[in-house]
């Protein structure tokens, strides 16, 4: 189990700081604030640079409840049934149980800011193929 000291005023992660997580599917995801770096609980926020032509596996969430922040690039985002064009300043919230996938349908990466709550926990992450549960 990891140690944080026990914070009793602000925490600041810079993003030039946070360890970069690379994925099977192309995608660098670095985690800013959640329980890897943080005693943080209720909460997490994470960025994800999504490059041209790549796409998050279907998945979903048993306990999180999500939201994507699309900064930069434009993509296809799926949310259950409902699928939509989405692109920079768009937010989409993805509730709990819902199967969600988003492809970059653009020529440069999408970049993409990703809320939980509660924080993120790896053992919520359910693949919805057998070929991405790695």
Do not use: W
Request: a negative charge.
């Amino acid at each position: 189990m990891k140690r944080f000291p026990i914070l009793l005023s602000m925490l600041i992660v810079n993003r030039r700081d946070s360890k970069v997580i690379h994925t099977p599917h192309r995608s660098e995801i670095r985690p800013l604030m959640d329980r890897t770096t943080s005693l943080i609980n209720q909460c997490s926020l994470a960025e994800e640079l999504l490059p041209p032509g790549a796409t998050v596996p279907p998945h979903h969430h048993e306990v999180l409840e999500e939201v994507y922040y699309i900064l930069e690039g434009n993509g296809l985002m799926t949310v259950g049934e409902d699928q939509r064009e989405v692109g920079a300043g768009d937010a989409v919230y993805i509730p709990r149980q819902h199967r969600h996938t988003l492809t970059n349908t653009g020529s440069t990466p999408m970049r993409i800011l990703l809320v939980c709550g509660p924080a993120f926990f790896y053992e919520d992450h359910r693949f919805e193929s057998a070929e991405h549960q790695k």
